[in-house]
């Protein structure tokens, strides 16, 4: 399942498949680019970070790639589990103040 | 295991009531922010600090809400007086310079 971040702010997806989450920045100058996972009730929780002067990093089952060209960032995770289902944030930072996006709510089908 | 922790979880008052919110920062953090969340408008930056010093207040309405670091293991948000508008979920979150933010379990706020 793909989402376009804050144009489409639920993506639904089946339990296996991977997952692909958008999200466009506004800042040229950020130079920090976080994704967080908000269960409910909870606060943001890090998943994976990447720097200005990388465009792909990754962690265990997910992906972030970012394009600087077009101020475009995602998230990938492999294989979505039950346990993914929240909401993802993407976050920029500038200047150590890290602004974060509207959200993706995942939901995973069994 | 480190964590930001929050105090009040929870905290139901009236309006025109002061409210004051404190946040512990994990030890050795240089950075704490102040978030507040609500459905309509996502995760809002209120106010932030550097090494206790406050870089960057605009996103906090300066009449009613005041953000302070007594020192380094404390931060504090008040708001005085509370109007139901500022029903919502507070976030302190600390990091380093380097480094991601933790954030704590949140402070839920309503005013009646």
């Known amino acids: 399942g793909e989402s376009v971040g804050l144009h489409l702010p639920t993506l639904s997806v089946q339990e296996g498949d991977n997952s692909i989450i958008n999200c466009a920045y506004s800042n040229s100058a950020s130079d920090y680019f976080i994704w967080y996972k908000q269960e409910s009730g909870k606060g943001p929780q890090f998943i994976i970070d990447?720097?200005?002067?990388?465009d792909k990093r990754q962690g265990q089952r997910v992906t972030v790639l970012l394009n600087k060209t077009v101020k475009h960032l995602s998230l990938q995770i492999a294989a979505t589990q039950p346990g993914d289902s929240a909401v993802y944030f993407c976050a920029e930072t500038t200047d150590y103040k890290l602004s974060f996006g509207a959200g993706t709510t995942v939901t995973v089908r069994a | 295991d480190a964590r930001v922790t929050q105090t009040p979880r929870h905290k139901v008052t009236e309006m025109g009531q002061e409210v004051t919110m404190r946040c512990q920062p994990i030890l050795g953090h240089n950075t704490v922010f102040w978030y507040r969340q609500t459905m309509m408008q996502g995760l809002e930056l209120l106010a932030y600090f550097r090494n206790r010093a406050p870089l960057d207040d605009s996103g906090m309405p300066k009449d009613r809400f005041s953000a302070e670091m007594p020192d380094a293991t404390l931060a504090t948000l008040k708001i005085q007086p509370s109007e139901p508008r500022d029903s919502a979920v507070y976030f302190c979150a600390s990091g380093t310079d380097t480094g991601e933010l933790f954030f704590g379990e949140g402070s839920r706020l309503t005013v009646l």
């Open positions: 990447i720097r200005s002067n990388m």
